[in-house]
């Protein structure tokens, strides 16, 4: 079991960045693959970016976040990160972390079991 809780998230400018962290419970962090996805309103939950089980593991971004987001994991902290950079107002929507057992990482949200709360990302043009 893993129990996963965002935070960073807030209120920007265009043109701003935000670090988004998703902790994670539990001593087997290091054998879970991390997602980032993202849901604006009125629109389906989308895939943003996901991490490998190891620390400094492979990643995979979607296109459209390509060059501006950056994911990367602590597992001596069993945190995750989003580090976020040249914020577009299409950027804004709540932004959730998950969780998967073992190294896949796929962009498909059904393929992940665990799931934060999610944390409000929004930016101003």
């Known amino acids: 079991q893993v129990q996963l809780v965002e935070s960073g998230g807030g209120l920007v400018q265009a043109g701003g960045s935000l670090r988004l962290s998703c902790a994670a419970s539990?001593?087997?962090?290091?054998?879970?693959?991390m997602g980032w996805f993202r849901q604006a309103p009125g629109k389906e939950r989308e895939f943003v970016a996901a991490?490998?089980?190891?620390?400094?593991?492979?990643?995979f971004y979607a296109d459209s976040v390509k060059g501006r987001f950056t994911i990367s994991r602590d597992n001596a902290k069993n945190t995750v990160y989003l580090q976020i950079n040249g914020l577009k107002p299409g950027d804004t929507g709540v932004y959730y972390c998950?969780?998967?057992?073992?190294?896949?990482?796929?962009?498909?949200?059904?393929?992940?079991?665990?799931w934060g709360q999610g944390t409000q990302v929004t930016v101003s043009s």
């Open positions: 539990g001593r087997t962090f290091s054998t879970y693959s």
């Open positions: 998950a969780a998967r057992y073992g190294a896949d990482i796929p962009a498909r949200a059904g393929e992940y079991g665990y």
């Open positions: 991490i490998s089980w190891w620390s400094g593991g492979r990643t």
